[in-house]
């Protein structure tokens, strides 16, 4: 086991298909990343949502995002579900952003999900930030695609609470649905905190394809 210690954060970027992706994915990774270091400057994008989830999705961000030095919050409306097809806008757009934000941690989707959003954003990710630390995440969901994480971030109980009442708080138009729980967010937490021998029992698990020492 390698305790990796990051060097001067100042700036991150987030990288999110829908509203709540981010915040489900790494949202504890997130706010322990700002509590480190509060002089990062975030940029959080958002690249699907109609106007009733654009506006959840700021009112998400912002509470994530209490603890940073400058954040920068974008939310787009290309459309749910049609990603690959709309492939070529999505493209033109994150390297229009790889060429104003040189970030030195990306946060995007993981790239066997099933989610056809999700994996065009992680493929395009990895093809406008080649020279970056990228760590991909995980959404739980109907498919069940959750894989084996490679890397870890040990959460204290505290830090997981403020990440699901933020969701839960900022998401009204998801309640309804059925993998959309507090049990849901609690136990993903609770057995990647088991697979990194977490002392407070939780964790978040995430993807590195490639670290660079």
Known sequence: MLNVQ??????????GAHADDIEIGCGGTILKLLAQYPQATVHWVVLSGSAQR??????????FLAGANQSRIITKEFRDSFFPYDGAQIKEFIHDLSREVSPDIVFTHRREDMHQDHRVVSELTWNAFRNHLIFEYEIPKYEGDLGAPNFFVRLEKATCQQKIDAIVESFPSQHDKPWFTVDTFWSLLRI????????????????CRKLIA
């Not at 990051?6 to 990288?15: A, E, H, K, N, P």
């Not at 654009?54 to 961000?61: D, N």
């Not at 990647?192 to 993807?207: D, I, K, M, V």
């Open 6 to 15: 990051f060097g001067d954060v100042r700036t991150i970027l987030c990288l």
């Open 54 to 63: 654009s506006a959840e999705a700021r009112s998400s961000a912002e509470k």
């Open 192 to 207: 990647r905190g088991l697979e990194a021998n977490s002392p407070t029992q939780f964790a978040e698990g995430l993807y």
